[in-house]
């Protein structure tokens, strides 16, 4: 069949957003963005308290120099700026983790709501070792690191539903020698096994992969 024979009998249904309250729309929203990747996200206080959590409104947004940002909401449950903003706003540093399926469970337990002297890395059982250039420590289990400097924070709004977006420039980079193919200069995606985010508490392999030769 065609595709526009397709497009005249299938049901559109047209929705503005307006209409919606906060939640109905953050459901359409994850649910529709998929998969995401998650930046799994180390940071210090001033008084060098550590904290992880992980940040699935991410992505790579340059090579050169290399830049990857997240976003952290507006935590809905007080309306206040979640620890890892207000740690990179004290401290300008960052380290962003991949997630691999070895510690997802451990890193799904880094989102639960800890008091700011709570460390996750004790919550959840992870190692921290220490950074080359930035404070914060990295996360021992994970394959792929990346230290970073705040580049830029771009603040969307304070209320509920909000967030910032969080730019870094990445100053160092980490990779577990069995993860790096280092004569072909890739990261080998079988090894690292990433998990990607979906909705609500939903995650995804990829181990389903093609490939589609460009014109
Ligand atoms: C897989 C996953 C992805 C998440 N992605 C985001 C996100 O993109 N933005 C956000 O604000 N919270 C996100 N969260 C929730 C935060 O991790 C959670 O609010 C956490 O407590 C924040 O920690 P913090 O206050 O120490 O910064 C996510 C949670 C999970 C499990």
Redo the contacts with the bound molecule.
């Keep these: 069949m065609r595709a526009g024979r397709l497009l005249e009998v299938l049901a559109v249904i047209h929705i503005d957003p307006e209409t919606l309250d906060n939640k109905a729309r953050y459901k359409l929203l994850i649910g529709s963005v998929v998969p ?1 990747p ?1 930046a799994f ?1 180390s ?1 210090v206080n001033r008084q060098g308290q550590t ?8 992505t790579a947004c340059g090579s050169s120099p290399m830049r990857v940002c ?4 507006i ?1 809905s449950s007080d309306g206040q700026k ?4 207000r740690n990179i706003e004290a401290t300008k540093e960052f380290v962003v983790h991949v ?1 691999s399926e070895s510690f997802v469970r451990q ?2 337990q ?5 008091p ?1 002297d709570i460390s ?1 890395f004790d919550e959840a059982g992870l190692t921290p070792v220490p950074s080359t250039v930035v404070k914060p420590p990295r996360v021992a289990e994970a394959l792929v690191a990346m230290e970073c400097r705040l580049h830029q924070l771009v603040e969307l709004g304070d209320a509920v539903g909000h ?1 910032t977006i969080v730019v870094g420039d990445v100053v160092a980079l980490h990779f577990d020698e069995s993860v790096l193919d280092e004569a072909e200069g890739k990261v080998r995606l079988d090894v690292l096994s990433p998990i990607g ?1 979906l909705a609500g508490n939903s ?1 995804c392999r990829i181990t389903d992969t093609f490939d589609i030769a460009r014109p």
């Design positions: 995401r998650i996200v940071t904290n992880l959590a992980p940040f699935s409104f991410f997240f976003v952290p909401m935590r979640k620890d890892t903003l997630v890193m799904s880094t989102a639960g709501e800890y700011p996750e967030g985010r995650y």
